[in-house]
């Protein structure tokens, strides 16, 4: 009897080693919904907007012993999912969807097809194309990186060296770069696809557009000078200001194109007329960002080392100090919805003021590493660098997040362009 329930036993340890294996090789099966990398259906698709364009792409499956792939779309007035063309092949992996429009939202789904029918299981994703250009400078990745108009994605990458100051012209599409590994400056066109390269600098950091004659200011910490040239490479006038003290922030006032210029080394604030000529210093401690108020003139500076925020009229006179920050460091204003964005990098916060009376709006906190900010001035959005997160979070006017662009480099600064 003992013999015979041992003989039980034995079979039925076999047979559940031998069920427990064929689980184990259904469950790699990538049509298995089991399969816990698949889920029984396609992988890596990604729908990626971009400019009257969607482009989607997703892993090949050649050998998997498919049909092809079924894509389908549901657009803003569908009520149902409609097939994109024909059946795509097990060998295909992307797919530009030009049947769109600009500014309106779109799902997409992916499946399997097996015996002529597609499989239940599907891969899903949605991307809003619209006409907005937002560039990143990333040192980590290393690129320039154009996002997609949606915020959810990286749309394109351009192979720069380590772009960190960054700096965009509407009317030309021209990306201007300063470069860590060399101290140098660039601009990368995007409509002809070229890149060109300045020399001459020994620590270029940070670049002010002066969008009246496409010319740029550039700080060069180390030579203790501000260049100003133009696209060709040329000198623009002044070709130079001179005898500073570690240079870096820089900015234009839009309304008479005066030059602001942060001597971080120096402890001070210089402020010069659109011909190089001084028209004040203001003494303040290692000041880092300065944007500037077009209508009332005012510049707003941020020291990073100081936790300070400080307001200085054109005359050079300090009007006010806000201790409101952490570590702030970029600095934004947004005129048409009364609005200071400042971007808390010790504090990981983004900081939001009211630009007429400086109260408080909100603030936005878990932005690790908060280091720039661009607003959107037809929305009042704003998109936030957030370095140590690695990531770019765009905002609502109210603070909400509303999408992130995650697995970036290192990034340093942002400029948006809403588009034509």
């Known amino acids: 009897m003992g013999r015979v329930t041992a003989l039980l036993a034995l079979a039925a340890l076999v047979f559940a080693a031998l069920l427990g294996g064929c689980s184990r090789r259904d469950r790699a099966n990538p049509l298995d919904p089991a399969n816990p990398a698949t889920g029984g259906g396609p992988t890596g698709f990604n729908a990626i907007a971009d400019f009257g364009l969607v482009r989607l792409q997703w892993d090949p499956e050649p050998g998997l012993g498919i049909d092809g792939f079924l894509l389908e779309r549901l657009a803003p007035a569908d009520t149902v999912y409609r097939p994109i063309g024909s059946l795509l092949p097990a060998s295909a992996s992307r797919f530009s969807d030009f049947g769109v429009l600009n500014g309106k939202r779109y799902l997409y789904r992916l499946s399997f097809v097996i015996g002529g029918a597609p499989a239940t299981r599907t891969a899903s994703d949605e ?50 770069y300063t470069d860590l590994n060399d101290g140098q400056v660039g601009l990368y066109d995007p409509q002809v696809v070229a890149k060109n390269r300045f020399s001459g600098f020994s620590d270029a950091r940070e670049l002010a557009l ?32 001179e005898l500073l003290d570690g240079p870096t922030g820089i900015a234009l006032d839009p309304g008479d194109r005066s030059v602001w210029i942060c001597e971080n080394a120096g402890n001070r604030v210089r402020h010069f007329d659109v011909n190089g000529g001084p028209l004040s210093t203001t003494a303040f401690s290692a000041p880092s960002r ?53 971007a808390d990098a010790v504090g990981d916060r983004v900081i939001v003021m009211r630009l007429s009376n400086r109260a408080a709006v909100f603030t936005v906190s878990g932005l690790h590493g908060a280091r720039d900010i661009a607003v959107d001035r037809t929305t009042g959005e704003a998109w936030v660098v957030a370095s140590t997160d690695r990531a770019v979070v765009r905002l609502s006017p109210t603070g909400a997040i509303l999408q992130r662009v995650t697995g970036l480099g290192d990034p340093s600064e942002i400029r948006f362009d809403p588009g034509k």
Request: charged residues 15%.
């Open 290 to 342: 300065v944007a500037v108020d077009s209508v009332s003139h005012i510049a707003w500076v941020t020291s990073l080392d100081r936790g300070l925020v400080t307001r200085i009229a054109a005359n050079g006179q300090a009007l006010d100090t806000l201790l409101v920050a952490s570590g702030p460091l970029g600095i934004t204003i947004d005129r048409d919805h009364d609005r200071v964005w400042i």
């Open 210 to 241: 002066d969008a009246v004659n496409e010319s740029v200011w550039i700080t060069d910490r180390q030579a203790g000078r501000v260049r100003h040239l133009y696209p060709t490479g040329a000198s623009a006038t002044p070709g130079a200001i």
């Open 127 to 176: 991307a809003t194309p619209g006409n907005a250009r937002i560039w990143v400078s990333d040192a980590g990745w290393p690129a320039l990186l154009r996002l997609s108009p949606d915020g959810r994605d990286v749309a394109q990458a351009i192979g720069v060296g380590a772009p960190n100051g960054l700096a965009y012209d509407q009317a030309s599409q021209y990306v201007w």
